[in-house]
């Protein structure tokens, strides 16, 4: 039950964790302070035994109501909300204990009493949450021994306003210092809260970040077995069919090359290398080279024509550009043949300020009577899906429309300069 510095709402906050650490320095804090005060009391050889016998008496009385009550009050700190019966043994433990101490003064003298005062003070305000029944004790013990002082002393004014200075110093120093210790181990705690909370959600953001990156991965691993390796199966399977029907050795070589482009492909994307397309040619015409192989390539393999319209030179693409335009135009390819049964294709390579610009205009049989579909819509397939997340990732952007008239479709795939 921490007292804090916080508002009536303090009644609610969490376990102070540093009472709960400190819990055995408590306990020999009080015992300490008790039996040296014991000690000290039995040293004052001036004083009548009986006296003495009997501040030690209050002394043991004062660590027993610790026993009983006191430790178990420090035990239960920050459990649960204050309720009645705490309260009530909170009043017991420190209203028995200050008349211990006021035992102790009447049978020696006021100052024998201040030593407990140092521990008791603050039990005051580690055992109870609400600052009203901590401020109530520190202003009570006080008040009570400097009723015994002037008692001793007699009611001259002297004695009264000494003792009334002495009693409202205590409880001043001891409210101002209680309220700061607890406002500062509350602060440190709503703190260290914060920080436990920070770091959880900082091992969630790690861990959705990292279950990110894999998806991410599988998603651009897929994209790539299906724009290279899929596409290659496909027209292996194609040239075995045809194979049967004659011109074995023509086919069975494109086989191999095919296959041969296939294993090239797998490599390059078991080690996230640059296509092959791509490696083959020089730093500034590879994208050239690569779309007139791949356009030579298609007409071989599958038999559909292609037409190119490429410009002599292109600015400076990022190496991620140039696989997007690439990729779409294998992807574009490939739908032109088996989707739309195109027999010709124009690949065009457009230039502009804004970017690069890749056009694969076919003569097939279009999108059909549902018109045109969007890159990303339910009928879209993972190519096209694929072609689009690709293209967004380095800024750019794909459209697929049909062409006036239903027959045959326009795929363009840009990205900026």
């Not at 969630?204 to 894999?214: I, N, S």
């Not at 194609?238 to 482009?261: C, H, N, P, S, V």
């Amino acid at each position: 039950m921490t007292g804090h510095a916080a508002g009536p709402a303090a009644g609610a906050a969490a376990p102070s964790g540093f009472w709960e650490r400190s819990r055995v320095g408590w306990h020999a804090a009080w015992y300490g302070v008790l039996g040296v005060t014991a000690v000290a009391v039995l040293a004052l050889a001036q004083a009548p035994l009986a006296d003495r016998l009997v501040g030690v008496a209050a002394l043991a009385a004062a660590a027993g109501l610790y026993a009983g009550l006191g430790a178990r009050l420090l035990a239960e700190t920050g459990e649960e909300p204050p309720t009645r019966s705490s309260l009530v043994r909170y009043a017991g433990y420190t209203g028995g204990v200050g008349v211990c101490l006021a035992v102790l003064s009447l049978a020696l003298s006021p100052g024998v009493a201040l030593a407990p005062l140092f521990v008791l003070f603050p039990q005051a305000w580690a055992m109870v949450e609400r600052r009203g029944p901590a401020v109530a004790v520190v202003v009570a013990v006080p008040a009570a021994l400097a009723v015994v002082q002037v008692a001793q002393s007699g009611w001259a004014p002297g004695s009264v306003t000494d003792a009334v200075v002495t009693a409202f110093l205590q409880s001043a120093a001891a409210i101002v210092l209680g309220l700061w210790i607890t406002g500062l181990v509350h602060e440190s705690e709503s703190r260290a809260a914060l920080l436990a909370q920070l770091t959880a959600a900082r091992a969630e953001l790690a861990t959705a970040e990292h279950a990110r990156g894999v998806l991410a991965e599988r998603e651009r691993m897929a994209g790539e077995i299906h724009d290279t390796l899929a596409q290659g199966f496909l027209s292996i399977v194609a040239l075995a069919q045809a194979a049967q029907d004659g011109q074995t050795r023509e086919r069975l070589d494109l086989i191999e090359a095919t296959a041969r482009a296939n294993l090239a492909e797998a490599r390059a994307i078991v080690a996230a290398h640059t296509p092959p397309d791509l490696a083959q040619s020089s730093s500034d015409h590879r994208l050239l080279s690569a779309l007139e192989r791949l356009a030579a390539r298609t007409t071989a393999q599958d038999g559909l024509a292609v037409e190119l319209d490429l410009p002599a030179s292109l600015p400076p693409l990022r190496p991620e550009a140039e696989v997007v335009l690439l990729r779409a135009a294998q992807e574009g390819l490939a739908n032109a043949r088996r989707h739309g049964g195109a027999t010709r294709v124009v690949l065009t390579l457009a230039v502009d300020v804004e970017g690069v610009e890749v056009v694969l205009d076919d003569d097939g049989a279009g999108l059909g009577p549902e018109g045109a579909a969007a890159l990303t819509g339910p009928r879209a397939g993972y190519g096209l899906a694929a072609m689009a997340a690709r293209a967004a990732q380095v800024g750019g952007s794909a459209v697929l429309s049909e062409r006036a008239g239903g027959t045959g479709c326009v795929l363009r795939v840009r990205v900026p300069a």
